[in-house]
């Protein structure tokens, strides 16, 4: 059963606690995202990866940090740095070419204490 | 900045009308083009890609592209309330080829 996993689907932060949402993936995908979206927004990129041990900043990377240690997993970590974590954080993962488009998992939702 | 724009809507249309909705974007070289569908409380999924000027048809959905005009418009024929979400448009960065931009979206409502 091929696809794309968040966990947890639910999470709650204290202030100053750092928090990972993982991501994992099964489609042997090169590419891999994290997105933030925050009620009646669009999608905000926080981080993404094109190969195994490599990543690049998005557009709101700040506060956060991630990890690509393995072509199935891009763990990201939402830093006490971040002030305002509370929002609905989608992975997502797609072949690493042109005309190839991207596929979400199921999304976590970040509450902060 | 490369931007793709949308209606925020809502864009409210009866049961068994068409739905159209419109998406223009920045970069005249974009070469890859997204429609997705999301659900309140869940995630993205993808309904209809497009590469070429002209229609594409599945099912109840047209996408239809303009390169020279810029422009991305889904067409959805005999709205069901099932379809009431919001839609995103997404355009290939072409600068980085990983990297999708994602429109805000626009809210559909079909009212019975």
């Known amino acids: 059963d091929g696809g794309i996993t968040q966990s947890p689907k639910y999470l709650f932060r204290k202030e100053g606690q750092n928090v990972t949402l993982s991501c994992e993936q099964n489609?042997?995908?090169?590419?891999m995202y994290w997105y933030r979206q925050d009620p009646g927004q669009g999608l905000r990129l926080i981080y993404y990866?094109?190969?195994?041990?490599?990543?690049q900043k998005g557009d709101i990377a700040e506060g956060y940090s991630v990890s690509r240690e393995k072509k199935e997993s891009f763990p990201l970590t939402v830093t006490s740095a971040q002030k305002n974590p509370t929002a609905f954080y989608l992975c997502?993962?797609?072949?690493?070419?042109?005309?190839?488009?991207?596929?979400f998992g199921p999304g976590t939702r970040l509450l902060v204490l | 900045q490369k931007e793709v724009e949308q209606n925020s809507g809502p864009l409210s249309v009866p049961e068994g009308a068409i739905a159209s909705l419109n998406c223009t974007y920045s970069?005249?070289?974009?070469?890859?083009f997204f429609w997705y569908r999301q659900y309140s409380g869940k995630s993205p999924e993808l309904i209809m890609f497009?590469?070429?000027?002209g229609d594409k048809e599945d099912g109840r959905f047209t996408a239809q592209l303009n390169k020279a005009s810029q422009y991305v418009s889904l067409l959805i024929r005999d709205s069901q309330p099932s379809d009431s979400a919001t839609y995103l448009c997404?355009?290939?960065?072409?600068?980085?080829?990983?990297?999708?931009?994602f429109g805000s979206g626009t809210r559909l409502s079909i009212r019975p």
């Open positions: 497009i590469y070429s000027n």
């Open positions: 997502a993962s797609s072949m690493d070419r042109e005309k190839e488009t991207q596929y």
């Open positions: 970069d005249r070289g974009s070469q890859s």
């Open positions: 489609l042997n995908h090169d590419a």
């Open positions: 997404a355009v290939r960065d072409r600068g980085s080829a990983s990297k999708i931009i």
């Open positions: 990866s094109q190969i195994v041990n490599d990543f």
